[in-house]
């Protein structure tokens, strides 16, 4: 039966992390198949360059955690090839052949970092919540740095991998790092506007500074995202009969496809997906 609501009791919060919302937005079937088809479809087989991702993550996460006097350049690439993550390749050659180059972007990127600067956080949970909306996520690093006005600020830092560029507008129109500079604010009570996204193949930094009304419209978006979200869950509780799916969690085909985990479970994706191997993702090397 039908739980009977009475008139001034709270709506429940949706809860959410920036990834649910991002994934609704780019496929509505790729979600259902994400976060409520039970059992969840098969995916594809793993790619190499999120193996190569999140091995540089565990590097660089770990490497702050060593006790100051380790935090050496040398420390830094012996972690990532402890840690490396073997899966997605073509063969064990080439395999090696990554993990050394990224063993080399590591070292160069901590080059650049000073160990005695400690972070605000690492790998650091946050969250927050709305009258609409609970939402958490895990931010790569936290930093402090000086405020004009004095005392510290905190800033958004997220590790970038892959082989395309960025751009500022990229770190701008974020929804995850605005909502993570939001929930960082309000978790450690101080002022975070920074976000960034190091791109550490090229070393660029790509940064921008978000006022309160930007953050502001950040949010609103994602307590749009996550209405109909909501909406969707509560259709798919009912529950909804398979052949209206569709109607509710409609595919987006496009050439992108080809990188979708669940693409064997999607004709349309199929169709029109670019055809990708588990190693196309990664930088070429010279």
């Known amino acids: 039966m039908e739980q009977l609501g009475f008139e001034g009791m709270p709506r429940r919060l949706y809860s959410c992390t920036p990834t649910r919302l991002t994934t609704w937005l780019d496929c509505p079937r ?6 409520l088809d039970r059992p969840v479809p098969q995916k594809g087989p793993p790619w190499a360059h999120n193996s190569l991702g999140a091995s540089v993550h565990n590097a660089l996460a770990a490497w702050w955690r060593l006790p100051l006097p380790r935090r050496t350049i040398d420390a830094a690439g012996a972690l990532l090839a402890q840690g490396w993550i073997n899966e997605g ?39 927050t919540r709305t009258d609409l909306i609970a939402v958490s996520g895990r931010i790569d ?45 309000r978790v450690l009570r101080r002022d975070c506007r920074r976000v960034e996204l190091h791109h550490l193949p090229t070393g660029q930094v790509f940064g921008w500074e978000h006022t309160e009304e930007s953050l502001a419209r950040h949010l609103r978006r994602a307590e749009d995202v ?21 109607e509710v969690f409609p595919p987006r085909p496009e050439p992108g496809c080809g990188w979708c985990d669940y693409l064997r479970h999607c004709p349309e994706g199929q169709a029109a997906a670019i055809q990708r191997r588990p190693w196309d993702g990664l930088a070429e090397l010279g």
């Open 30 to 35: 790729r979600y259902r198949m994400s976060y």
């Open 89 to 127: 390749y073509p063969d064990d050659a080439s395999s090696a052949r990554y993990r050394d180059w990224a063993r080399r972007m590591v070292e160069a990127y901590v080059s650049g970092l000073d160990p005695a600067d400690e972070p605000a956080g690492v790998e650091r949970t946050v969250a």
């Open 141 to 185: 690093r936290l930093d402090a740095r000086p405020a004009p006005g004095g005392g510290t600020e905190l800033a958004v830092v997220d590790y970038k991998t892959g082989r395309h560029v960025l751009t500022t507008d990229a770190a701008r129109s974020s929804l995850a790092l605005a909502l993570y500079a939001i929930a960082a604010s």
């Open 226 to 246: 996550a209405a109909e979200c909501a909406v969707a869950d509560e259709r798919m509780r009912a529950p909804l009969p398979p052949r209206e799916y569709d």
